[in-house]
């Protein structure tokens, strides 16, 4: 037969038994193992009864729960906690390590008369019934300490707030004052971020016990303060097709942003080159806040101008020696060039009006620019000052008997000049004129005879 498993008193139960005085099995592999199933299901129950039989007995024999306080953890000024007293046991005594104030029937733990610190605190009552519970005194709470971070720019329109040494086991609560009226926020790590600009107060709070408020301000992002860039436009010409421009005083860590139709340039310097012609929009935009947009127009490249129009060219006279010239209809913020040619070379003269003076005689060249453009050239001739004509060749013919005057006829008559007669002696007072050189009724007597052209006597 198989030995019988050893018995003993729940009190007396060993912790430890021992298998080896079993009999060896008998052959065959099925009762074996139908053997030491039983012998592992005793071992579990014998097991069961030690652990059992290791904790605190009521008379009713039920476990002790400990005496538990509402927290662990308890700042002084608050309200001084009282334990639950077990129900192992009425009348029992409280009592806890060295810097506890506590009431030994109660356990009440006078907050204000402990030391700061971690203390065990023990109940007991009679031989049966004794728990422990941890206990933790913190100084009183105080206003929180903050560290606040503002809005810093339009990106981060936000601000943060973090309480520097926060309390262990203590939460806080950040309510909005104001315009944040109806914000209320509450953190165990002090730490609260994405806070709109106005004010708030924030407290910490402890089982129960809490602190004097701490004002604080989120201050409102900073603005776009960013004025309106201001460039200078370079536009085409006919030698460069494109335009330009330069911010002036170009806001340092900026980037401008240039937006045509089809086009988006940008630039930490505030310089576009190479500008089709067309209309253009210009924004700053500086830690996240942009500028409000200015127009830029970039004009179509000018064409050449129209060979100028000479209106009148005045020519040198015996009296003026030297000639001029006026453009007709000069062009608005037009230069007008008049350059020497031939023996007037190294003459080169600039006009805005279109009007040149002083012109000795000989060959100019006339051009007008605008834009870098520059017209095709006008021919100009100023001829030279006239001289005085050679005295007149005549054919007198002398009165007669038939006829009592007399006449005269100048030889080849100078075209365009004009003859004048004019009596000498006793035929002073006669002035006569004659564009050709012809004088008749002469009356006997003096007369000098002189050419005139152009104003050359």
């Known amino acids: 037969m198989n030995k019988q498993l050893p018995s003993y008193p729940l009190d007396d139960a060993p912790t430890e038994v ?151 086991g203590g939460s806080y609560t950040l309510v909005g004052v104001g315009a944040t009226a109806g914000v209320s926020l509450t953190s165990t790590l002090g730490v609260f971020i994405g806070l709109a600009p106005g004010s708030y107060s924030l407290r910490a709070s402890l089982n129960g016990c809490v602190s004097a408020a701490a004002a604080i301000t989120i201050n409102p992002a900073p603005t776009a303060a960013l ?7 370079v536009q085409p010409t006919c030698l460069v097709a494109t335009g330009s421009l330069t911010v002036t005083a170009a806001v340092s860590g900026g980037t401008y942003t240039l937006v045509g139709v089809g086009v988006s340039l940008t630039s930490n310097t505030g310089v576009f080159t190479n500008l089709a012609p067309g209309t253009y929009s210009l924004r700053v935009a500086l830690n996240g806040c942009i500028s409000a947009a200015v127009a830029v127009t970039i004009n179509a490249a000018p064409t050449a101008p129209s060979a100028p129009v000479i209106a009148v060219i005045v020519q040198p006279t015996s009296l003026v020696a030297t000639g001029s010239l006026t453009v007709s209809s000069p062009i608005s913020d037009g230069t007008y060039t008049l350059v020497g040619v031939g023996l007037t070379a190294g003459v080169s003269l600039t006009s805005t009006t279109g009007v040149f003076t002083n012109l000795a005689a000989g060959t100019y060249s006339l051009r007008v620019a605008l834009n870098g453009c520059i017209s095709a050239a006008v021919a100009v001739t100023i001829n030279a000052a006239p001289t005085a004509p050679s005295a007149p060749v005549v054919v007198v013919v002398q009165p007669t008997c038939l006829v009592a005057t007399g006449s005269l006829t100048v030889t080849a008559a100078i075209s365009g000049g004009t003859y004048t007669l004019v009596g000498v002696g006793a035929t002073a007072g006669v002035t006569l004129t004659s564009n050709t050189g012809v004088f008749t009724n002469l009356a006997a007597g003096s007369y000098s005879l002189r050419v005139a052209l152009n104003g050359l006597v």
């Open 18 to 168: 021992r298998w080896d005085a079993l009999p060896a099995p008998k052959p065959g592999r099925a009762e074996y193992h139908k053997r030491r199933k039983a012998i592992s299901y005793w071992r579990q129950l014998v097991l069961v009864i030690a652990v059992l039989l290791s904790f605190p007995k009521v008379s009713s024999g039920q476990l002790v729960p400990p005496p538990l306080y509402p927290s662990t953890t308890y700042a002084q000024g608050c309200s001084n906690p009282t334990a639950t007293i077990p129900a192992c046991g009425q009348g029992g005594i409280f009592s806890s390590t060295i810097g506890l104030s506590i009431d030994a029937s109660t356990g009440m733990i006078n907050l204000a008369a402990s030391t700061l610190g971690t203390y065990l605190v023990r109940y007991s009552s009679g031989a049966t019934c004794s728990t422990t519970a941890t206990v933790t005194i913190t100084a009183a709470l105080v206003q929180p300490l903050v560290s606040v971070v503002q809005p810093t720019s339009c990106l981060l329109a936000t601000g943060s707030v973090t309480v520097t040494s926060s309390l262990s």
């Open 227 to 233: 004025a309106l860039p201001i460039a200078v436009v």
